[in-house]
């Protein structure tokens, strides 16, 4: 297997979290099985690795029922038609993935957004899935305009996505780092959620709040007018951090097209 996958046990349900390689910039897909279910959040960038990833959730033997988009960056859409379920999202990011221009993913493999585009609105509010409540929250702000945040209350799982981030730089093209600390203020103020669920990493505990909280303080502190100069001063500061590529990605919307 190509990408990295962390199983765990929360009695009713067990979650799996697949990571992709570096090439992928290490975006998380989650797999929450339920006791005769498996509800897939995001749905990876490269096709190969949303092919494995589905692979690997069909041979979990139960059906899945769903696939949630969280928010409308191609890495977490672009595999959504590999996995033969129902394509969900907030109406906001059905409608942000619509107005898109067809792409592709990094391997050049097409991305059709009539294809990948939800067509099943979720209501924020709690659904009860196969007998597991699960809370959906909208939050605006951040890494990007519109992210869904879902809870499970009973197994103390927040699945925070590109809110949240683990060991890998954050993505700041978004050019909102006030917002997105607010957003974190908000989400370490929750109390009872001892699982974390990220959208670039492996899992973590409640403690990733407070390392993506310093995190964007230093880039807030570092980030200037050149965009080199802030990916070397911010890789020094958190050398041991993966996915260097993604503050590339990030720099060239702050900075244009001139940053590689």
Same mark, same amino acid.
């Given at each position: ?15 799996? !979290? ?5 090439? !992928? ?10 006791? !005769? ?29 769903? /696939?949630?988009?969280?928010?409308? %960056?191609? &890495? ?39 294809? /990948? ?28 305009? &519109?992210?869904? /945040? ?18 890998? %730089?954050?993505? +700041?093209?978004?050019? &909102? ?35 993506? !909280?310093?995190? +964007? ?17 911010? /890789? ?25």
């Amino acid at each position: 297997m190509n990408g990295t996958i962390t199983v765990i046990d929360k009695g009713a349900v067990r979650l799996h !979290s697949y990571m992709a390689p570096d090439d !992928s910039v290490n975006v998380t897909t989650q797999l929450i099985e339920t006791p !005769s279910r498996v509800v897939v959040v995001d749905a990876q960038f490269v096709r190969g690795y949303a092919d494995e990833v589905a692979a690997y959730a069909r041979g979990l033997g139960k059906p899945l029922d769903r /696939v949630i988009i969280t928010h409308a %960056h191609p &890495d977490h859409f672009g595999g959504a038609n590999r996995f033969g379920a129902p394509v969900h999202a907030l109406a906001v990011v059905r409608d942000q993935i619509a107005a898109l221009d067809d792409g592709q993913d990094p391997t050049g493999a097409p991305i059709l957004t009539a294809e /990948v585009t939800p067509a099943v609105v979720i209501e924020p509010g709690t659904e009860v899935i196969d007998g597991v409540p699960f809370v959906f929250e909208a939050h605006t702000g951040g890494e990007a305009a &519109d992210e869904l /945040v879902i809870k499970l209350p009973e197994q103390g799982v927040l699945v925070a996505q590109d809110l949240v981030y683990h060991d890998i %730089h954050l993505f +700041l093209g978004n050019n &909102d780092i006030a917002g997105w600390r607010k957003a974190i203020e908000r989400l370490a103020g929750e109390a009872g959620y001892d699982t974390i669920l990220v959208g670039h990493g492996t899992p973590a505990g409640p403690e990733v709040f407070g390392e993506v !909280s310093r995190y +964007l303080a230093d880039a807030e502190e570092l980030l200037g007018d050149d965009g080199d100069a802030y990916k070397a001063a911010i /890789v020094d500061r958190y050398p041991g951090y993966g996915g260097r590529f993604v503050i590339d990605i990030a720099n060239r919307y702050l900075f244009g097209a001139g940053h590689a």
